[in-house]
């Protein structure tokens, strides 16, 4: 009840705000995610949709709101307001829900639950489904994620990385390539049995490995097992690694799928000048969290208007994919977990002797459905 009268009276302000500059709208419905409110608006026919963009900042004023994001969605427009009282999204958790209990075993080297091979729980949809990304789709192949510092960027790269390890047997169906140039990012990933070698942290072995994948991909003659490269810093790498670097990724996001390998490349700086070329035609999905300007929001999501700088940061991201967006909300993974997934899959343990606290869906504030989005290029 104290939530539908919240709703009600934010509803109430977006409307008189609409009202005092001149825009007749009218509030037709909303959702509830675990960290923002969307508002549904319909504008009158005629009513200009740029004039309710341009009032992000007076709405905000008005909802007591540190920032607004207001996109169009088809014949509506959508105001995102930050919620008072963010609710968490857990990886572990999230993944038993999913799972069903059916978890992987090193020594059996078979998984029997309902997550689809070399697939990674991404986190929470706005319609609080959980979100997935199958790598082996055709529209999928190679995933750039991008975000300032505070993005939630790197334990984003954490969460998949985990949550392929926990459905995916070592060896036999997945193999992983960690890139750490800042040595910080996956160093609790060390003893992990998916890794193909110990973390990549020198600029002069990733070039070796990358160009080690380059020819593994012109001699393979089956996708068995996937090969999982996972980069932090691409930026980075690109103008410290120069053309070796860049000419063997740009082999390996071109022809790598039909070998089985795939990319997934992070940065904190997505300027053109950078990864311009690299990241137009080679990167099908984007997973975008806040970035620093309008510019490095275009360039990382490949589209205008998206409002990825006003996104709230801590793991608040946009997935672009099959020219459609969707906001997600991130799945957190702690590096007491890690450490001890790590552990257990690295002894052949089963995860369900995992001590966690219960998390059950009925538990959540916002709507939890068993029915999960896979994004397979299209959303």
């Not at 890794?195 to 068995?224: C, D, F, G, K, W």
């Not at 120069?242 to 300027?271: D, N, W």
């Not at 099908?284 to 929001?297: I, Q």
Request: net charge positive; glycine share 8%; proline share 8%.
């Amino acid at each position: 009840m104290r939530m539908r009268k919240k709703l009600e009276f934010q509803a109430d302000r977006i409307e008189a705000v609409l009202a005092l500059h001149k825009v007749p709208a009218r509030v037709t419905g909303g959702t509830v995610t675990p960290r923002w409110i969307r508002f549904q608006v319909l504008p009158a026919v005629g009513a200009k949709i740029s004039k309710i963009k341009n009032l992000s900042e007076e709405l905000a004023a008005a909802l007591d709101a540190p920032s607004c994001r207001v996109s169009r969605r088809g014949a509506a427009v959508a105001i995102e307001v930050p919620r008072d009282d963010p609710q968490p999204v857990r990886l572990l958790p999230l993944f038993r829900q999913l799972d069903g209990n059916n978890s992987l075993s090193r020594k059996s080297a078979k998984y029997n639950g309902s997550i689809p091979p070399v697939t990674a729980i991404l986190g929470l949809a706005e319609d609080g489904a959980p979100l997935l990304i199958r790598l082996p789709s055709p529209d999928v192949a190679h995933i750039l994620v991008a975000g300032t510092t505070g993005s939630g960027k790197t334990v984003l790269l954490q969460t998949m990385i985990l949550s392929l390890a926990m459905t995916n047997p070592p060896s036999r169906s997945i193999a992983m390539v960690l890139i750490d140039p800042k040595g910080h990012a996956f160093s609790l990933f060390e003893g992990l049995p998916h890794l193909a070698r110990p973390v990549i942290r020198e600029v002069e072995e990733t070039t070796e490995a990358l160009q080690s994948l380059v020819h593994l991909m012109e001699r393979r003659e089956n996708a068995i097992p996937r090969v999982v490269a996972v980069i932090d810093e691409l930026a980075d790498l690109l103008m410290v690694g120069g053309k070796p670097v860049q000419e063997a990724l740009t082999r390996l996001t071109q022809r790598g799928r039909e070998a089985g390998i795939h990319i997934i490349a992070a940065t904190q700086k997505p300027t053109a000048a950078v990864l311009g070329p690299l990241v137009k035609a080679n990167f099908p999905v984007r997973l975008v969290g806040r970035v620093t300007s309008v510019e490095d929001a275009r360039t990382a999501t490949g589209w205008s208007g998206t409002g990825a700088e006003r996104l709230l940061g801590r793991g608040d991201f946009l997935a672009v994919a099959e020219g459609r967006v969707m906001r997600f909300q991130a799945a957190y993974v702690s590096p007491e977990e890690i450490r001890e997934v790590v552990a257990h899959l690295a002894g052949g343990g089963l995860l369900p002797v995992i001590p966690l606290a219960p998390t059950t869906p009925t538990s959540l504030p916002w709507p939890v459905s068993r029915l999960t989005k896979v994004l397979k290029g299209g959303m």
